[in-house]
């Protein structure tokens, strides 16, 4: 049973940055595709960024050019670095692991989520 710790949120400015993690463990992390998703008050959970075992990458619109998605299979962590951050990025961050190498799932499909983190992006 996988288990997912998401950290590394916190309150910044519009245009700030943040790193956040994604430590995995109960899963042969490398095998799978990863994926970085968020859900705003009273909206629906999104799917933000994919990465797959290999490391090819995959951004959803509204972040692209401004976050990026990293893995440490040695850490069996996932990371995302966000930049020039938007109010309209506040929400909270979970990761979640795909069904194989490729592709990561819909959050509804997801039984299980980890904490999540929560980022604010405010003056």
């Known amino acids: 049973q996988v288990q997912l710790v998401e950290s590394g949120g916190g309150l910044v400015q519009p245009g700030g940055s943040l790193r956040l993690s994604c430590a995995a463990s109960?899963?042969?992390?490398?095998?799978?595709?990863m994926g970085w998703y968020r859900q705003a008050p009273g909206k629906q959970r999104e799917l933000v960024a994919t990465?797959?075992?290999?490391?090819?990458?995959k951004y959803g619109d509204s972040v692209k050019g401004r976050f990026t998605i990293s893995r440490d299979n040695a850490k069996s962590t996932v990371y995302l670095q966000m930049n020039s951050l938007k109010p309209e990025d506040t929400a909270v961050y979970y990761c979640?692991?795909?069904?194989?190498?490729?592709?990561?799932?819909?959050?509804?499909?997801?039984?299980?989520w980890g904490q999540g983190t929560q980022v604010t992006v405010s003056s």
């Open positions: 990465i797959t075992s290999g490391g090819k990458t």
């Open positions: 979640n692991k795909g069904g194989n190498s490729w592709s990561v799932k819909a959050p509804y499909e997801y039984d299980y």
């Open positions: 109960g899963t042969t992390f490398s095998i799978y595709a």
